[in-house]
């Protein structure tokens, strides 16, 4: 895909229609059709084709909205990046190939990281130059961080790390690992936690794909038998990797794929476009069962809405988000689940016969659905997500 050309971006401030009409036009003339979960001529993206895209995308305004505009971002308010998540969700288009890079690794590197780690990494971040996974998770210690036991150890002007992550999303295709270790013992907790940029080209990586119930590799078990880094590699003091992961998994649970609800929008417009094709199909939308189902799902998306941009005017008066996160987190991934589950048993019935709109949407929701039994895990399980409700906003005590 050849997209070179960089498109006059207007300046929110002056008018934040004029700003979201130009997101809306230029995916709408931009975005190729086999790109699109929806279309008859899709077809998985490659790699390349995805981080072209992804660089398409900022350049043209899209992506990098809020990072500051020394770092390679634009200086946009939130209000800009909901504003364009809504076009972009409003698109079946691929999930980002750089998310940990944009939504972890990123704003981690801007609340503790060097200058000269600003410099090097967020622009390339922001261009696609580089990947990044996600060192945080171990057999032992999955969304307990607390937990974790990977080590790391000062030696002179150097760290020597040993240990195991596991649930590592991109590592077979990552340049860079933002990595948690432990410089202490399990029994010190949240304290002595540091964070590392590491390449994953040090000698003593070893990654072993992980095959998920979808048939793909998008996980790994990432070994760390004495990797060598530079006390350059570290991001922030020994003790601020707890608080910077809480800090930015808040963030993430909240505002972070804003497009959420509205992709969640474009999906069920998908199925029912594709039901009405098909005669089998359409006959199932006009049962009660499935009408009532579809209308809880449109309330529960616009309460999903109603979420997302609540969180936004918090985060705009300058309230900070912190366990509310989990809220969006845990909400949208029950309801995004059970929809999944609903259209699977939709798309289930779809036959040699049926029509190709109602073909499509089998091969694109049976892989959803096999793939949505993770989101009630990634990013913190509903469990977690209901303790910490429980116990940080509730204020109950956990012996209940």
């Not at 060097?114 to 971040?125: G, N, V």
């Not at 989990?326 to 289930?348: D, G, R």
Request: charged share 20%; with cysteine.
């Amino acid at each position: 895909m050849d997209f070179y050309s960089k498109p006059v971006i207007p300046n929110p401030a002056a008018s934040q229609d004029a700003y979201r009409k130009h997101a809306r036009e230029w995916l709408k003339n931009n975005v190729p059709a086999h790109m699109l979960a929806n279309s008859l001529a899709y077809r998985a993206p490659t790699l390349q084709e995805s981080s072209d895209w992804e660089a398409a995308m900022y350049r043209a305004g899209l992506a990098g909205m809020t990072w500051p505009k020394e770092y390679g971002g634009y200086g946009f308010s939130l209000r800009e990046h909901l504003a364009v998540n809504k076009e972009i969700g409003a698109l079946a288009l691929p999930e980002s190939v750089s998310s940990i890079g944009k939504e972890l690794a990123g704003p981690i590197i801007m609340t503790v990281g060097t200058e000269e780690q600003k410099q090097a990494f967020l622009p390339a971040i922001l261009n696609m130059e580089n990947y990044w996974c996600q060192g945080f998770s171990e057999p032992d210690a999955g969304s307990d961080l607390a937990r974790l036991r990977t080590k790391a150890t000062q030696e002179g002007g150097h760290w020597r790390i040993n240990g195991q992550k596991i649930w590592t999303s991109g590592a077979a295709k990552a340049h860079y690992c933002l990595l948690l270790t432990r410089t202490g013992t399990v029994a010190d907790k949240h304290r002595g936690l540091l964070m590392f940029a590491i390449p994953m080209n040090t000698p003593g990586i070893r990654v072993v794909p992980i095959r998920s119930i979808d048939n793909k590799e998008s996980f790994a078990e990432v070994f760390f038998d004495d990797v060598v880094v530079p006390d350059s590699a570290r991001l922030g003091a020994p003790d601020e990797g707890w608080g910077a992961a809480i800090r930015v998994l808040s963030i993430e649970r909240a505002t972070n794929r804003m497009y959420r609800a509205w992709r969640f929008e474009c999906e069920l417009r998908q199925l029912v476009q594709a039901c009405l094709s098909d005669g089998k199909l359409s006959g199932r939308l006009r049962e009660s069962y499935y009408q009532r189902r579809i209308g809880q799902l449109l309330c529960e998306i616009d309460a999903l809405k109603g979420l997302v941009e609540k969180s936004v005017d918090q985060l705009m008066a300058g309230d900070a988000i912190g366990a509310r996160g989990s809220f969006t987190k845990l909400y949208w991934s029950e309801c995004h689940q059970a929809f999944m589950a609903l259209a699977h048993e939709l798309v289930a019935q779809v036959g040699p016969g049926s029509s190709p709109l109602a073909q499509r949407a089998r091969k694109h929701f049976t892989t959803g659905y096999l793939f949505s039994h993770a989101e009630t895990v990634y990013a913190g399980t509903t469990e977690v997500q209901l303790d910490i409700i429980a116990q940080r906003i509730m204020q109950l005590p956990k012996d209940i």
